[in-house]
């Protein structure tokens, strides 16, 4: 009997022991995805998490998570010491980023090494005030509290840009704050602040909560005297002209203004296959992503290959070879 008993014992071990293994290399053979996005008020964030979602739903043995971050310049920072796998990026930064250029003038290395899976959609720059505070031009926020948009944001860079483009410094002509659109939203409904910066998607879910709140009028200031200087000093195809249209936000009318580009980004090292398979799954899926936002309305097979400062990862070339969207031919043979 104690010899039976010895034998189940050891058999039991063994089981034990299998399932152990089974799920430990189950484990090793999964992927842990972490996508840096922006904060909770604006696109990149319900955008990345819907995209996480998806690639975990769909990608096997893949797990992906969307992180709250600062936006741009935080998130391409991510990417370059790898503790974020994709990234949500305006075009401006990203040009920076893989230049060393700027805000990444003194990371290590300088220079980022990413690589673009689809140009997304059009940031427009938002000059918010509400009446009453005094602010009826973009040169009239000289000696108002201004908020610059989160500190390492893309915002703050565009924000900063245009102050000196109309020859304002920021540290000296404004009072400056540095907070995300949801804490602007808050700060200037409780006369904290007087106006505010954001570079985001149509309509922007916190600036439409401002637009309807009761006795407040939102104002939208036009920021487009300051694109000349912007095109003379960075190029012509970082900064264009564009309008936040007034279905946006239901203004009186279009507002013009300044608009930059957003592209999702993969760091250095990922995966052919898996860089494929996001990219397929992101148009396969379309409109589960457009549930989240209209701004997935302008992801289409000829912007997303259009625009990118960095170049795209060779997962996506496949794919958009394989779509016959890829504007050079050799590449796809």
């Known amino acids: 009997m104690r010899h039976r008993g010895f034998k189940m014992l050891a058999f039991v071990v063994l089981v034990v022991g299998f399932l152990v293994l089974a799920q430990t290399s189950e484990a090793q053979q999964k992927r842990f995805l972490s996508i840096a996005t922006g904060g909770t008020g604006g696109v990149y964030f319900p955008y990345g998490g819907a995209l ?9 043995n893949t797990e992906a998570t969307a992180e709250v971050t600062a936006a741009s ?12 796998d994709l990234a949500f990026t305006l075009a401006d930064t990203l040009y920076d980023a893989v230049n060393g250029l700027a805000a990444f003038k003194t990371d290590p290395g300088s220079a980022i090494k990413a690589f673009a899976l689809a140009s997304l959609y059009s940031n427009f720059t938002h000059l918010v005030t ?9 040169a009239d926020v000289k000696g108002k509290r201004v908020s610059v948009g989160s500190p390492a944001s893309g915002t703050e860079i565009i924000a900063m840009r245009i102050l ?4 304002l410094d920021a540290a000296k002509d404004i009072r400056q704050e540095k907070l995300g659109v949801a804490e602007s939203v808050a700060a200037i409904k409780d006369n904290k602040i007087d106006a505010f910066f954001w570079s985001g998607g149509l309509p922007t879910a916190a600036v439409t909560d401002l637009a309807n709140t009761p006795n407040l009028k939102m104002v939208l200031i036009d920021v487009t005297p300051a694109l000349a200087k912007l095109q003379e000093k960075f190029g012509k195809d970082l900064y264009v002209k564009g309008a936040i249209a007034k279905t946006a936000y239901k203004t009186a009318n279009d507002i013009p203004t300044i608009v930059v580009l957003n592209v999702l980004v993969v760091r250095d090292g990922l995966e052919n ?7 397929k799954l992101m148009f396969d899926k379309r409109d589960d992503l457009l549930k989240v936002h209209p701004v997935v309305n302008e992801l289409t097979l000829e912007s997303a290959v259009d625009g990118s400062p960095a170049v795209f990862h060779p997962g996506a070339i496949k794919f958009y070879c394989e779509k016959k969207a890829w504007p050079k031919a050799d590449d796809c043979k």
Do not use: F
């Open 52 to 60: 996480a979602s998806l690639i975990t739903k769909n990608i096997p």
């Open 273 to 279: 296959d898996l860089a494929y398979a996001i990219t």
């Open 164 to 167: 000196e483009a109309i020859g």
């Open 130 to 138: 509400v009446e009453g505070r005094g602010i009826n031009a973009l």
């Open 73 to 84: 310049v935080a998130n391409m920072r991510l990417l370059h010491t790898k503790k974020s």
